[in-house]
């Protein structure tokens, strides 16, 4: 059994996308000492799109160099003591901005397909090039949001820069809204395959292997027992950081009421159950 670690290594999106420090570098920094203590290697899925719209904000507005200073070291140290830096695409970068005072995120095009095949082509090799030059093997994918599909347009771009994994899919997932839209509904029940236009059909042939993020099905208990323990000790089970997320209006009252299929976590609640989770899930 071959048990890979991946974060997301982002800020948040939603009305306050919270500080670089407390939503990124630090927690990075306490996930990564905690697992080198255990001879553990993360791979870390970059949002490089807004290292890139950091440095031409940068521009204008000079105290952002601080950000940027602790984003290229710790990239570079995570580099230099053997984690993984992999392609994370949020390309919602392209039309968000900062004021002089703190990041505006506009969403209305928050995946690529929302993007026409020329952008999308341009995004990805500059995403791409940028992220190299901390890890010059750049071979995977994971798309922002998990909203991969449709992948027809992403594929032949995605190849020309080198990626030949994704991994984006888990089991069950799905999820609609204004920004996103993916339906893993379908895809293979198994932890790896191989596919070549669409994800969720697996394909021998195909140019690119979905090394899927392993799922969990949920019962509302779980998020009931969640939301009650943040409510009697937030210190404990607050989330991480201090943003907001982009809201998914439904959601909560999804989780709630039903069961729902989720990605496994390492964090909080969810790794008390993990035990139960690994055997089920991680079988290569
Ligand atoms: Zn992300």
Redesign the pocket.
């Known amino acids: 059994m071959r048990i890979f670690i991946t974060l997301?290594y982002?800020l948040y999106f939603g009305d306050r996308t919270g500080s670089v420090e407390k939503c990124i570098t630090g927690p990075t920094e306490m996930l990564t000492e905690m697992a080198e203590r255990q001879g553990i290697k993360i791979c870390h899925?970059v949002?490089i799109g807004f290292l890139l719209r950091l440095e031409n904000e940068m521009i204008k507005h000079p105290h952002l160099e601080k950000d940027h200073t602790l984003l290229c070291s710790q990239l570079q140290k995570l580099q230099n003591n053997g984690h993984d830096l992999q392609l994370?695409i949020?390309p919602h970068w392209e039309d968000s901005f900062y004021n002089g005072d703190e990041w505006i995120c506009k969403v209305d095009r928050y995946k690529l397909s929302d993007f026409s095949d020329n952008e999308i082509r341009e995004i990805i090799f500059r995403y791409k090039n940028r992220l190299a030059q901390f890890n010059p093997q750049i071979t995977a994918f994971?798309a922002?949001?998990w909203c991969i599909q449709p992948f027809e347009r992403l594929a032949q771009p995605l190849f020309d820069a080198g990626i030949r994994i994704d991994s984006s899919v888990f089991a069950n997932g799905y999820f609609e809204s204004a920004q996103y839209n993916y339906d893993f509904r379908g895809a293979p029940l198994k932890s790896r395959w191989r596919f070549q236009t669409d994800p969720l059909i697996e394909n021998e042939e195909g140019a690119f292997t979905e090394i899927a993020i392993s799922s969990i099905h949920n019962s509302p208990l779980f998020y009931w027992r969640l939301f009650l323990l943040g409510r009697l000790n937030p210190y404990e089970h607050k989330p991480l950081g201090d943003g907001i997320p982009i809201p998914a209006p439904g959601q909560r009252f999804n989780l709630l009421t039903r069961w729902t299929h989720n990605t496994v976590s390492i964090d909080g609640l969810q790794c008390k159950s993990s035990e139960e989770i690994l055997p089920a899930t991680f079988t290569y």
């Open positions: 997301d982002e899925f949002d994370h949020h994971r922002g949001g």
